[in-house]
């Protein structure tokens, strides 16, 4: 302890002593003898690469990155950034002025947005994503209807009710589960919406198109989106994405 707390001072003295040395250090280039970076997979730059979409496409977790979504997932972590996340949203919806007609509405996305599907992604058959997706067994999960919800958007989808948004749940999950998905939203709270939107047999198109032209029926009813939600940039890209987007974190999948 004590000791600990002489590197502490001693640390502490030296960056208050040369603050713009030590940041220079931080950008120093960092060449071996062969003059190259060497190349491990950092699994932090990789999960940053995921939540800013400057990496799209991938089809699963790199092997070498299991453990460490694993931990993230299951930690304190994913459930701070996700109150992070429900906290700047729930800033900004206490600000704006709502019309009082019934038509703001808040269009929340529901995997790993309002429920999470992380007891069946932390079964060692799925390994966080990294193993390859089976249509079947995700299927088979989402008619348990036993997917908890993500606490800071429970929270969040609470107060804005009370502010007087209406909710619209907009989910690429198809038609044929609607009563399992009803059931489970309703059982671990969320139990009041505007409309819930599943994917019909005649939506078509990737998620990005059937988002957007779900977003446009909305607007063409006359609903104006003041915020969207959700954990796949395909959520709030495309047209009609809502006045204000927040993106909840997901190392798990990418849904295009
Ligand atoms: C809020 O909106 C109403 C109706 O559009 C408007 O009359 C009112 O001035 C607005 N209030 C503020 C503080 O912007
Ligand atoms: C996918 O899941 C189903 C249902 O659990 C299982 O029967 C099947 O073997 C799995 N397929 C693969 C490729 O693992
Ligand atoms: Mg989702």
Request: glycine share 8%; charged share 20%; proline share 4%.
């Amino acid at each position: 302890m004590g000791s600990l707390f002489l590197i502490l001072m001693v640390t502490i003295a030296t960056a208050v002593a040369s603050p713009i040395k030590n940041q220079i250090h931080l950008l120093m280039p960092h060449s071996g003898s062969g003059g190259h970076k060497h190349s491990d997979l950092n699994c932090l730059s990789w999960r940053l690469a995921v939540e800013t979409n400057n990496l799209q496409d991938w089809t699963q977790v790199p092997q070498a990155c299991a453990d460490y979504v694993g931990h993230y997932m299951l930690g304190k972590q994913y459930r701070q950034d996700c109150d992070a996340v429900a906290a700047e949203a729930y800033k900004y919806a206490e600000g704006l002025n709502l019309t009082g007609d019934g038509k703001d509405v808040w269009v929340f996305d529901v995997d790993e947005t309002t429920l999470s599907n992380l007891p069946y992604y932390a079964s060692d058959a799925v390994a966080f994503g990294a193993i390859p997706y089976n249509a079947t067994a995700f299927d088979l999960w989402v008619a348990e209807a036993a997917a908890p919800a993500i606490p800071g958007s429970l929270q969040l989808y609470k107060k804005l009710i009370n502010l007087g948004f209406k909710i619209v749940f907009l989910t690429g999950t198809k038609e044929a589960f609607k009563e399992p998905r009803i059931k489970n939203l309703i059982t671990v709270g969320y139990t009041q919406w505007e409309k819930l939107i599943l994917k019909g047999d005649d939506d078509h198109g990737n998620a990005v198109e059937y988002k957007s032209s779900k977003r446009k029926e909305l607007v063409d009813g006359g609903y104006k989106i003041r915020g969207n939600m959700g954990d796949q940039w395909s959520d709030l890209l495309g047209s009609n994405p809502g006045d204000r987007t927040f993106k909840v974190p997901d190392p798990m999948y990418y849904i295009g």
